[in-house]
């Protein structure tokens, strides 16, 4: 397993995992190839052109789109049995962590992936209870004929996704707690990050020193770094294709709530000359 740890603003960042062997889709747990199958079937939905199965999969896709991108990568990261399934020695060698040195204190790597693995653990269980503990009383909807139970199997997949996303946490809180990481600066993501920087930030120029340029990241306030065509340019640097989307979804939506805490301050002060 390889790690990648994407800043997407300055405040905020991805957290990525790529299996490294290529046959363990061969050794997927009975859950995870029920999984595979669901996606299958959606994608098969996904080709109808009208009805029922249409209105269904445009639903769905808002919805996961509305799925926080930090729940999409602990996602990513297997659970810690699987992991050892796939590798006996896991848990002895260290994981790759790529990141780009400009934009991300390398001595800060085990304080940001640690905040990333706990900061939402409560969160993922709670749900996770909720959403398994109300899908029985759905049962009904399952008497209609012809319509799939709706209700059912979106409050399964969604104490599902939680479940992963714990054990990804979890995961990754072991494997900081054991020191098992190691960073790796990537130049190809610092050249990238350095030409988004200077766009972003006001006084920071491309041809700056990276230690000047992580300065600047770091003294700045939370902008948002990349852009929506970078998405595919990061799944190309790191040769994770997967990673597309992964980072489209996390663009768009710190996009969308940087946009919304400016509003809200701008509201703010308006308020404020109003009732001054």
């Known amino acids: 397993m390889r790690l990648f740890l ?17 046959d363990a889709a061969k050794e997927l747990s009975l859950l995870d190839k029920a999984t595979t199958k669901a996606a299958q079937t959606w994608a098969s939905w996904e080709e109808a052109e009208k009805g029922w199965k249409k209105h269904l999969v445009s639903w769905g896709n808002r919805v996961q789109q509305r799925i926080p991108f930090e729940e999409w ?24 962590v790529l990141f780009p040195g400009n934009s991300v204190r390398l001595d800060n790597i085990p304080t940001v992936l640690h905040t990333i693995a ?35 199997f979106y409050l399964v997949y969604r104490g599902w996704s939680h479940w ?15 020191k098992l990481l190691n960073p790796v600066p990537l130049p190809e993501l610092e050249s990238l990050y350095a030409k988004r920087t200077s766009h972003a930030l ?28 970078d998405a595919k340019k990061l799944a190309s640097i790191l040769e994770a294709p997967e990673l597309a989307l992964e980072a489209e979804r996390a663009i768009f939506q710190v996009g969308e709530q940087l946009k919304a ?6 509201e703010s002060q308006q308020n404020e000359k109003k009732n001054s």
């Not at 054990?167 to 494997?175: D, M, P, R, S, V």
């Not at 805490?261 to 701008?266: L, S």
């Open 6 to 22: 994407i800043p997407i603003s300055t405040r905020r960042a991805l957290i990525y995992a790529r299996p490294l062997r290529r």
């Open 73 to 96: 990568g602990l996602k990513s990261i297997p659970s810690l049995n699987a992991q050892r399934r796939l590798d006996e020695t896991h848990g002895k060698n260290k994981i790759d």
């Open 118 to 152: 706990t900061e939402r653990q409560d969160l993922h269980r709670r749900k996770m209870w909720w959403s398994f503990g109300f899908a029985p009383i759905t049962a009904p909807f399952g008497l209609i004929p012809v319509i799939p139970n709706i209700p059912f």
């Open 164 to 178: 992963r996303a714990l054990n990804g946490a979890k995961h990754l809180e072991f494997i900081v707690d054991k």
């Open 202 to 229: 006001d006084d920071t120029e491309f041809e700056k020193p990276h230690s000047e340029i992580l300065e600047d990241v770091e003294q700045s306030d939370d902008r948002l770094l990349l852009k929506m065509p």
């Open 261 to 266: 805490q400016k509003e809200r301050a701008k």
